[in-house]
Structure formats: C-alpha cells, structure tokens
C-alpha cells in the first residue's frame, strides 16, 4: 500500500514469541467487556436500558429458583460440551453433538413408551440405550475419519441436520393422534425423578459422573494418554503404536455417547415427552463451550455455567422487558468470536511499518 | 398427471435459485482454501437487509444490490479472522452463521408478516410466448424472476473466472498449496480475502432470492437450512459450479416433492409402487425427503473419497491456516 507521502506501508504478522502480561491476562477480559459492550448496544437498539436488563439478567439467576433452573440448563450444556471436548483433545471437531441429542432423545422416548421393566430399571434402560445410540451414530464419522480420511467436520454437522429432521419422523411415528406436534407422554415410571422440588432431574446425576468419568479418562487412564498424543500430533502417536481407529472411532463413539444421555436427559427429565427442536442451538453452544474449556474437564464446567446464566437470564429479561430471546445467541457468538480474536492477538504481533520508498529518489532526499 | 409434474418443477426451479447462488459463494472461497461455514448467517443478513430496503425504498433491485454489500460486509468478519488472526475456520464459520441468524431473528421482528416490493416473474421476451407452453418445463423455465435467470446466467461466468482468468488459476493454486504459490509471489493473503468477499457477495444475493423473490416474506427461520444445504452442494458438485447447477436444481426438486407431497400422490409414477407400500411411504414421506440434501452429501463424501486424498478434487489446503516459515 502507498501512501500519500510515497512511503510503503508494509504490514506483516509474525508470531509473538512472549505474550505480555497485559496481552495474557487482558484478553479474557477485553472478551467479555467487548462481548457484553456489543449486547448493550443490540437491547439498547430495541429500546431498553442495556444496563437495567444486565442487572436483571445476572440478578434473577440468584434467587433459589433461578440458580436451579441455570443447574437444570447445565445439564444438556455440560453432556454437550463434555462430548465436543473428548474429541477435540484429539484434535477432532465434533460437531454433531445436536445429531446425538436428539438420537438420545428419540431412543429414550421410543424405550420409555415401549418398553415395561421395574422402576428404576427404566430409568436405567433408557438412558444405557440412549447413550449407545447416540454412540453407535457417531461411529459413523468415526469410521468414515479413520478408514478414509473423510473430514469429519462436515459428516457430523450433516448428521445433525438429518438427525434435526429424522427427529420429526420420529414424532409422527410415535406421535399419540393426527396433527399433535409431539410423542405420546411417558408414563410416570419413565420420567425421570426429580430433586429438592425443582425441576432438576436425574440428568444432573448422570452429568456429574459424566464430568468424573470424563476427568478421569483423559488424567488416568492409559487411553486417555493416547488421545493427548494423537491430538498433540497424530504422525508421531501413530509411530509409537498408537491405532488411529481406537482413537478416532473411540473419541467420537464418547462423544456421542455423551450427547445421547444429554437428549435422554431432556426428554425424560423435562419435555415428558419427544417434541420438536427439544435441543435449541445446544450442539453448537457445546462447541463454544468445549472450545473456552477445552484445557480441562472442569473448565468445561465453567463454561457450561457460564452459558447457562446467559440463557436463563436472557428468557427472564425477554419475559420482563420483551428483548428478544435471540439476544443469548447473539451474545453467545460474540464470546466465541471476540474470544477467537484474543487468541489471534495472544499468538501473532502486527506490524505496521512506513518505509520511505528508495525509487522515489525526491523523498529520499528530503527524507 | 402433466400438471402435477408442472407444478413441481415450476416450484422446484425457483427454490434451486438460493441454493446455486449460496453454493457457488461456498465454492469460491473453498477454492482458495477457506472453508465458508457462515453460508447460512450471510444468507440471513442478506435476506433481512435487502426486505428491509425493498420495504423502505420500494424497490427490490436496490434491495438486492444492498444485499450483495451486507452479504460482503458480513463476510469480511470472517475473512478477517480466518485469513488475518488465523482462527479456526470452521469454529468462526459456524459461529457468524449463529450470529447472522441470531442478528436477523433479533431486529428482523418488526418486519414479519410485512409485505414488501418484491420481484416479479418476467416470461422470456421473444422465445419465452412460444416456449412457455412447452410441456413440464415451460412454466419454469420460461416465466420466473429477474434472480431466478440471474443465477443461471452468472453460472457461465464464475466459470470462466475460475478456470479461464490468470486470477482464477491463482485461486486454484493458493487453495491447492499456498507455500508454492507463495514462493510464485502469488498474494496468498489477498487472494483468500478476494475470495471470501465474493462468497459473500453470492450468499448475500442468496439471501435476497429468498426474502424477496422467492418466499416473498420475512420471518426469524426463513432461511431454514438452505445456507447448510449450499454448503453441502459443494461437496456434491466436488468444487465445480457447472456441476453445482445440476446439484441445486435436484436439491431444488427434493424441496419441491416433499412441498407438494400432501397434493400429489408419487405412487401414480411408478407401476411398482404398491407393492412396496412401506418403503414407498417411507421413501417419500416429506420429512424423511427433507433429509436427503444430507444423506445424500454424506454418500457423495463417501463414495468419492473412498480413494487416496490426492485424487479428490477437493482443494489440498482447504480448511488450514497459511502461515510464512519463521511466522
């Protein structure tokens, strides 16, 4: 680029050796400044007071019910996130957390209404089933990602959009009459138990020994070992005897292992039933979630709360102020992306240089 | 029977508009080696923007060109990050087409259930009296909207482009290996940056065909999947736009078959079909057709990466960051 002056712009980008302090400690919080900055400016647009709906939205998760309600949130956020999060600490992008909510859920609803075992036995059959469906499917790209290569990017996000549709068939197939938008309801017997009151279910158990499975798996145990290395560097595992079919069909059959036992949590737990978009945008939520945790179990944690809190914040400021509820996916983006520049600027420096053009033999000499 | 048929290829062509115009923006910036997820969320921008200034001015043509600038505009988010800061590209493709749709849905309210100016169908001056009474493809083909022949029309175009321009052999090549480009003092940075303000250019345009000329509505879900589908096309059409035609009007068909499936009763096509009274209820039920686009890339990916990845036609560096040595 030249400028006015005949000096060359030249703009480079090198990586940075040494992120300062100030980079390192900063960019977390430049990302959430910025992120609720650019949510203060979308519900100042629809005419409320930006800060009045913050207060509301983080103040209303406090009280007794609210904090169960961001738990009962947590539930599918944390199975999700868990389920992108195995896979990626291989260096695999599961999308396709969506496709195993909903395998989950339709399982657990086909079993629940079909099937007729002693009490808790239930409970127990459905979510065993629900999980290993959810598994079975993402063998799918699994086996597709080790036997061929075929990136497994894309066959997971494909199974969520037939899985989002294949879930409607599914509604019709167990639906109760004509023209009713969902399955018959589960017995009493299929739904989950519920705790303290509230609507959180046995999901929270399932997802608490998830979490310790999940941490478990990957500092314990001689697999979860493996997985690091292939995802630290997939030639050099493969060299040490390390088989790319256990952990690219290992991680992915977790993982929608995972997310099955999500989609059985919200439709025993809370739906009673099999509806329609049961999982709103959870499997891409999980990304972000697995992606702001993906240094360790319980930061998937973390974030799973994080973004519970957003949403069940953004339902009451949409319940009170009417700012559309799309402000939590709004919201959500805007984390994620600002979040993705930080680590531009953590890991690269830009260089703008003015070089005064040597051709240009008038400017060199007043230079 | 005639007008059964008739009636599905005359939806089955408009409905194939956005997905054409949408894939091929995918495929350009797939071709320089960007993987563009954001499809569906540039779509959405551009299907807002250009209702909301049809709505406001009154003229659809200024709807569709303000289109075209929010689809680049939206699109430059994503080459920043991609090209420039190096992110992940399917993370920020995913994450700007939840932002598109989520922006859309958010300030988009006000605007559903308005009716706006919107594209007519024109029928083909000269030819198109005479040919429009062709059988099955007539109405089609020959009385449809300004985007609708705009679409096939650029087709032609982008190919020429792409294989035939100095410019489009430096696309291949930065998509196929940008170190040797690079070394051939190819601009990698700037091509990839070309690229991806193109592919939002037609997703932009793809957003329009759909707010305003073919769905002539806005409402928060109107897109629908179509920017995941284009994306899929890719795939399908394996990185070609004079095959992405076909692709989209057989995925513009599907939609048009499992929309009129509630009138027209597919059995009467085929002798064999009642005696295989439960697949065939399977097979054509509208919301297992529904999930065709993708079952159907799932078996394109499959069938033809089954061999080695160096005979894929997919771009070699496609999805992965460029960066100098020494960087």
Redesign the interface.
């Known amino acids: 680029m030249k400028l006015p002056n005949g000096h060359q712009v030249e703009v480079s980008?090198?990586?940075r050796r040494d992120p300062s302090p100030l980079i390192r400690y900063g960019i977390p919080v430049f990302t959430i400044v910025s992120s609720l900055l650019f949510g203060a400016v979308?519900i100042s647009?629809?005419g409320v007071n930006p800060v009045v709906a913050y207060v509301t939205m983080f103040t209303s998760v406090l009280s007794w019910y609210g904090a169960s309600e961001v738990v009962v949130r947590m539930i599918p956020l944390l199975l999700a996130g868990l389920a992108v999060y195995v896979p990626l600490r291989a260096g695999l992008?599961n999308?396709g957390a969506g496709a195993g909510i909903y395998a989950g859920g339709i399982t657990a609803t086909a079993v629940g209404l079909y099937v007729s075992l002693p009490g808790p036995l239930l409970n127990i059959a459905m979510l065993v089933s629900a999980g290993l469906v959810g598994g079975a499917l993402m063998i799918?790209p699994g086996y597709?990602r080790a036997r061929?290569?075929?990136?497994e990017?894309?066959?997971t996000?494909?199974?969520t959009?037939?899985m989002v549709?294949?879930n409607?068939?599914a509604i019709?197939l167990m639906g109760s009459s004509e023209g009713v938008q969902s399955s018959e309801t589960l017995s009493a017997l299929a739904e989950f138990p519920r705790f303290f009151g509230t609507r959180i279910h046995l999901g929270a158990v399932v997802a608490v020994l998830a979490l310790i499975a999940v941490y478990l798996l990957m500092n314990r145990t001689r697999f979860g070992f493996e997985i690091l290395n292939f995802g630290s560097n997939p030639e050099a595992a493969r060299q040490s005897g390390i088989s790319k079919y256990k952990i690219v069909i290992g991680t992915l059959f977790i993982g929608g292992l995972l997310s099955g036992l999500a989609g059985a949590g919200e439709i025993a737990g809370i739906q009673s039933r099999l509806v329609p978009n049961f999982s709103p945008?959870f499997g891409?939520t999980a990304?972000?979630i697995a992606?702001i945790g993906r240094n360790g179990a319980f930061q998937v944690l973390f974030a799973s709360l994080f973004f519970a809190v957003v949403y069940i914040g953004a339902a009451n400021v949409e319940l009170v102020y009417s700012v559309?509820f799309?402000?939590?996916?709004?919201i959500?983006?805007?984390v994620?992306?600002f979040f993705?520049?930080g680590?531009?600027?953590r890991?690269?420096e830009l260089d703008v240089r003015s070089i005064p053009q040597s051709e240009d033999s008038s400017e060199v000499v007043n230079a | 029977m005639t007008g059964a048929i008739e009636s599905i290829i005359g939806l089955a062509i408009p409905a194939a508009t956005p997905l054409l115009l949408g894939s091929v923006g995918a495929l350009i910036s797939e071709r320089s080696g960007v993987l563009n997820?954001g499809v569906e969320g540039i779509m959405a921008v551009g299907a807002l923007m250009a209702f909301i200034t049809a709505g406001v001015t009154g003229s659809p043509w200024l709807g569709f060109l303000v289109a075209l600038l929010s689809g680049m505009v939206f699109a430059s988010?994503l080459a920043i990050?991609s090209v420039?800061?190096?992110?992940?590209q399917?993370?920020?493709g995913?994450?700007?087409s939840?932002?598109g749709?989520?922006?859309t849905?958010?300030?988009g309210?006000p605007w559903t259930g308005k009716s706006v100016a919107t594209f007519d169908s024109y029928t083909v001056p000269i030819i198109g009296q005479y040919l429009v009474e062709l059988p099955f493809l007539g109405q089609g083909l020959m009385q449809s909207t300004p985007i609708d022949y705009l679409a096939i029309v650029v087709i032609p175009v982008v190919w020429y482009f792409l294989f035939r321009t100095d410019i489009g052999m430096e696309i291949t090549a930065v998509g196929d290996d940008p170190e040797t480009a690079d070394t051939m003092s190819i601009n990698v940075t700037r091509t990839r940056y070309l690229c991806v303000l193109l592919s939002g250019l037609f997703a932009g345009a793809a957003g329009a065909a759909v707010s305003i000329s073919f769905a002539e509505l806005w409402t928060?879900n109107l897109i629908n999947?179509r920017g995941?589908i284009a994306v899929?096309l890719v795939?399908v059409s394996q990185w070609d736009p004079v095959r992405a035609v076909g692709g989209a009007y057989l995925f513009g068909l599907i939609y048009a078959m499992q929309f009129r499936a509630q009138s027209v009763d597919f059995a009467s096509f085929l002798p064999m079909a009642s005696d295989i009274g439960p697949v065939y209820d399977f097979v054509f039920?509208p919301?297992?057709m529904?999930?065709y686009p993708?079952?159907i890339?799932?078996a394109v990916?499959?069938l033809t990466?089954?061999t080695t990845?160096k005979e894929l036609s997919a771009p070699q560096a496609l999805?992965k960051q460029y960066?100098r040595e020494?960087?």
């Open positions: 980008i090198s990586r979308a647009a629809v992008w999308i799918i597709l061929w290569d075929i990136n990017i894309l066959v996000l494909l199974l959009f037939t549709q294949f409607g068939y019709l945008g891409f990304i972000a992606l559309p799309a402000i939590v996916e709004i959500e983006a805007v994620i992306l993705i520049a680590e531009g600027i890991r690269f | 997820l988010i990050f420039s800061l190096k992110s992940n399917v993370i920020t995913v994450m700007l939840l932002l749709v989520s922006l849905t958010y300030f309210r928060s999947n995941w899929a795939i039920h919301v297992i529904s999930t993708f079952v890339t799932i990916l499959v990466t089954r990845r999805a960066m020494g960087e």
